[in-house]
T-cell receptor
């Protein structure tokens, strides 16, 4: 069964510094990959997704992620973070064979921006 | 013009009570979900409906019963509430590969 591992439960980083949030998935079958963001006391919203094509995907708010099939990873990056990026970030995977697009979720990474 | 709305936003109740959470989406999507998010932010799918038909029913106690009167609404009824039911419950709808989440309902059972 598919699983998603977010290696860091919390990532503290100084404002304007770069950040990388790590995500690995278990299966080598073809998948769709997603990053969702949850701001404090809000629901989740889609940050970016990889379906096919270019392995470097750009999303909202200056975030990008790179799909690496050989390492089964989909790490999220931002070159310069702002205080407004403080949130919980979730990586999720969907099996291409699943017509219901059921998402398998990681445990989340809390991004803490230090002033 | 809220896309996915939930009511109530907060729900505080005592053990043993029965409560309902309502969800409505105005996006025209066919598929809707209920998720439970625990205190550690772990997100777990509970149910999924497609055009009022149940398609995903994860291991959830029978005390939880979803109801979809039409494809724009998916309500969650919980019987005999327990302390462990305290969590944030999210409704979501889906178009193709993207899910759209409601703001959540924070349920506190005392």
């Amino acid at each position: 069964a598919q699983s998603v591992t977010q290696l860091d439960s919390q990532v503290p980083v100084f404002e304007e510094a770069p950040v990388e949030l790590r995500c690995n998935y278990s299966s080598s079958v073809s998948v769709y990959l997603f990053w969702y963001v949850q701001y404090p006391n809000q629901g989740l919203q889609l940050l970016l997704k990889y379906l096919s094509g270019s392995t470097l995907v750009k999303g909202i708010n200056g975030f990008e992620a790179e799909f690496n099939k050989s390492q089964t990873s989909f790490h999220l990056r931002k070159p310069s973070v702002h205080i407004s990026d403080t949130a919980e970030y979730f990586c999720a995977v969907s099996d291409l064979r699943d017509s219901n697009y059921q998402l398998i979720w990681g445990a989340g990474t809390k991004l803490i921006i230090k002033p | 013009d809220t896309a996915v709305s939930q009511t109530p936003k907060y729900l505080v109740t005592q053990m043993g009570n029965d409560k309902s959470i309502k969800c409505e989406q105005n996006l025209g999507h066919d598929t809707m979900y209920w998720y439970k998010q625990d205190s550690k932010k772990f997100l777990k799918i509970m149910f999924s409906y497609n055009n009022k038909e149940l398609i995903i029913n994860e291991t959830v106690p029978n005390r939880f019963s979803p109801k979809s009167p039409d494809k724009a609404h998916l309500n969650l009824h919980i019987n005999s509430l327990e302390l462990g039911d305290s969590a944030v419950y999210f409704c979501a709808s889906r178009r193709l590969d993207e899910q759209y989440f409601g703001p959540g309902t924070r349920l506190t059972v005392t």
